[in-house]
């Protein structure tokens, strides 16, 4: 992840922004308290360590073939801070469930672009990729239609927010179906492959909450334990396309 890096400056870097992020989301848990022992500053403040570690990416990859995968998934990945921002209630307004569903939604589009960009640079496509795609997209509709669908039904019925959750899921999925397909064919973009089902997991926990009435102990930890792992691993691969193009 880190042998394309020149000078050693540059691994130590991103490997102490690393190690911050996990400081952050790891720490936060084992030392918070309550019913959601995360506190909302270190479930953010590590979101924002990927922010600066997607642009950090960006910046030594310059000048290289993997400048606009980098480019996307920094960009993907300020549109997950933002949604982070806008669903914790830390923006004006308040909290904003489609204003952050519209946020990660965007931040998917980049991710999918990057993904799609670095496959035809490389020549990944094959059956294999789109065959990928189709069974993640299959899962996404499935989990959209048990979690979401069925949730409304069985309660006032659907809204806006449940027929957006549709795209959105299938957004969702699609990365995660692109990501295998990479996978599937450089074993390289597993960590990748590993971070877009992690996040769609992570949503798939979320919707079951607001819309079903899904509940554990410790359930909003739970979301964040997957869903910042997820990131982790999707930004953190640009370091596999730098050495691999």
Known sequence: MFTALSPSWQRAWLIGLLV???LLLFGGFVFGQGDRRMPAWTRLASSATLVVAAFSWLAFSRGTPAAAYALL???GMSFGFLG???LAGWLPGGRQVIGGMAAFGLGHV???LAFLRYANMAGRHDARHWLALAVWLLLGLVGWYVIVYRGAARG???TVVHWIALPYALLLAGAAGLASGL???????????????LFLLSDLILAGEMFS??????????IWLTYGPAQMLIVYSVGVVLAGL
Do not use: E, H, N, S
């Open 84 to 86: 982070d921002l806008a």
């Open 73 to 75: 998934i920094a960009v």
């Open 213 to 222: 009435g899904l509940t554990f102990p410790l359930i909003g930890d739970a």
């Open 110 to 112: 980049a991710y999918i």
């Open 20 to 22: 911050l992020w996990a």
């Open 156 to 158: 006032d019925g659907l």
């Open 183 to 197: 996978a599937q064919a450089d074993g390289r973009f597993l960590p990748l492959a590993l971070g877009a089902a």
